[in-house]
């Protein structure tokens, strides 16, 4: 079955420009026909390489954008807003050319601890962009997603209530879609499946992720559950697996995920986790 991501960080500590080698037929070697390129450090990013590496093992780029404290689309400040639809504008541009289908992370506002709750404010400024950013997206061809996180790594959406709302907030354009991670669910979900059930018409990546961060495999979440639904649902979009570890994970991301334990030594044993995981309850 197609639409099955994987992220590259489970086998590169970072983005460089043989990445794309590197990763591409690892992935494909496992069965995975997507790959998450994050865009983090634009610079650090070469479309066209991307486009042909992945093209070459029959990947296809799922793209994560994020924002920085001079760029960022919810803040008060009005050239930081600025700032922010550029970044994202960017990201878009880097996405199509590197033929991504989709664009999704922490694209509403700042990754990480915040100080303080974030304020009706802040949803509006970043809903009143995402709408005008989705439609952009659209015209690339590309999705654009929200990828809801936990307590510790956002301050604006941790749970589908608040994603759903924040979609109420936009209008709920058609082209702005949620992104579900069953690590981050397991914090803030009162109930995940309910979770899942409510956020069914408006998701667009599925991400399997363990409570610890580490093999899809070994762990506390039984993924079974939400993957019958998602099949019964007849979902036909993306599928990830995401897993994080000290002895793969470069300062930045390790700083960003608290990936402060060496969970696996090399991203083929997430591919084969995941596999497992998706064999048994998916495929």
């Not at 991301?253 to 608290?258: C, L, M």
């Amino acid at each position: 079955m197609a639409n099955l991501s994987i992220h590259s960080f489970s086998w590169i500590p970072g983005w460089s420009s043989d990445a794309a080698e590197r990763v591409a037929p690892r992935a494909a070697a496992a069965g995975f026909d997507h790959v998450v390129v994050p865009l983090r450090d634009h610079a650090s990013i070469d479309p066209d390489a991307i486009a042909r590496a992945f093209d070459a093992h029959g990947i296809t780029a799922v793209c994560s954008a994020n924002q920085l404290p001079d760029a960022n689309i919810s803040s008060g400040d009005p050239d930081i807003r600025k700032a922010g639809m550029n970044r994202h504008r960017a990201a878009l541009r880097l996405a199509r050319d590197m033929g991504a289908v989709h664009v999704g992370g922490a694209t509403y506002g700042l990754f990480g601890k915040a100080d303080a709750a974030a304020t009706a404010d802040d949803r509006k400024r970043s809903a009143e962009a995402l709408a005008e950013l989705s439609e952009e997206a659209r015209s690339f061809g590309l999705r654009l997603a929200m990828e809801l996180l936990n307590r510790y790594e956002t301050n604006m959406l941790t749970t589908v209530a608040e994603g759903l709302a924040f979609l109420d907030l936009v209008g709920r354009p058609s082209n702005l879609w949620l992104h579900l991670d069953t690590f981050h669910m397991n914090i803030e979900e009162a109930d995940s499946l309910a979770a899942l059930e409510a956020a069914l018409p408006h998701l667009a990546y599925f991400e399997l992720d363990q409570n610890d961060r580490g093999l899809l495999d070994r762990g506390q979440i039984d993924f079974a559950p939400f993957l019958h639904r998602l099949k019964a649902a007849g979902y036909d979009k993306l599928i990830g697996v995401e897993a994080f570890s000290s002895a793969v994970s470069g300062p930045d991301v390790a700083r960003g995920v608290a990936a402060w334990r060496p969970l696996f030594a090399d991203g083929d044993e997430v591919a084969r986790s995941g596999r497992r995981v998706l064999d048994a309850y998916w495929i």
